[in-house]
């Protein structure tokens, strides 16, 4: 009998591969070549394997889904909304804490975003997730970063054609005033904005499945955050026994630089809650076998 084998690839985007030269387009309006404005190492590579995973498995994944950040260019989360002391720009990877905020170290553009800043700040910090991190203008929403790596959409295309299905697209990050990191919950949801809530439904049509298969980038922030509300839904609605359908294919994943020890931690935390760490090699056979399952079940008699 065919499993249900779910893949799930999270923000397998052009502005977080570090894509080699003959990946770059040139922009037609600088006339410069284009470049990902957040690399992480290794990501083009993972993206490699995972389109040879779906390209050689294809006839044995039931579902796929691809998660996609999607953000404007004014956000809290981009220098564009920060601004120092003495008037200089904010660069990336500067961390933002509400206590700087108010000692008047770093201000909003708009003076009249200090208190939803504040209010937001005091949030994120009394979650105890996540520090407010400036990153560079990233995947934003209409731009060649948004865009999903060529092999892995190739990839999921093929498969879309031969089993008639359709990869389901899930936009997160357009609320500009919060971060969002996992696909399924903001860091701080907005009570106005059904987007930045919990997204039941979809984590129910994952729990549906035998196997979800986790891929994508990065693995200490957007791979991380997604995971763990799964699997922290999971474990409150079905039971810890449920984790171990969730599976981290982990040389499809890699990290953000400097975030290379939150993230074995993480890997670490939910191999001890159950979830599966396996590598594309190891799923293969796995997708192998489910499609030649499904050949048998459909075999005439």
Known sequence: MKRNLHLLMIDPQNDFCDLPETYRPTDPVTRQPLLPSLPVPGAHQDMLR??????????????????????????????????????????????I?????????????????????LNYLDRLEAAGRYTLMVWPVHCEIGSWGHNV???VRAAY???????????????????????????????VPDADDPDTQFNTKFVRTLAEADRIYVAGEAGSHCVKATVEHIA???????????????????????????????????LQAMAARGVQLMQA???????????????????PA
């Open 50 to 95: 995972l389109a040879g995973l779906i390209n050689r498995g294809r006839a044995g994944i039931s579902a796929m889904s691809v998660t996609l950040d999607s953000h404007h260019r004014f956000d809290i989360a981009h220098p564009t909304f920060w601004i120092a002391a003495d008037g200089a720009p904010v660069a990336p990877f500067t961390e």
């Open 97 to 117: 804490t509400a206590a700087e905020v108010r000692a008047r170290k770093y201000a909003p553009r708009h003076a009249a975003a200090l208190a939803i800043a």
């Open 149 to 151: 790596h060529a092999d």
């Open 157 to 187: 295309g093929h498969w879309e054609e031969a089993s008639l299905g359709i990869v389901a697209k899930l936009a997160k990050g357009s609320n500009p005033w919060t971060e969002h990191y996992s696909a399924v919950q903001a860091e």
């Open 232 to 266: 922290d839904y999971f474990a409150e609605q079905y039971g810890p026994a449920s984790l171990g359908k969730l599976v981290l294919v982990t040389d499809c994943i890699s990290p953000v630089t400097g975030f290379e020890a939150p993230y074995q931690a993480f």
């Open 281 to 299: 090699a190891d799923v293969l056979p796995e997708l192998l076998e489910n499609a030649a399952s499904a050949d048998d079940a459909v075999e």
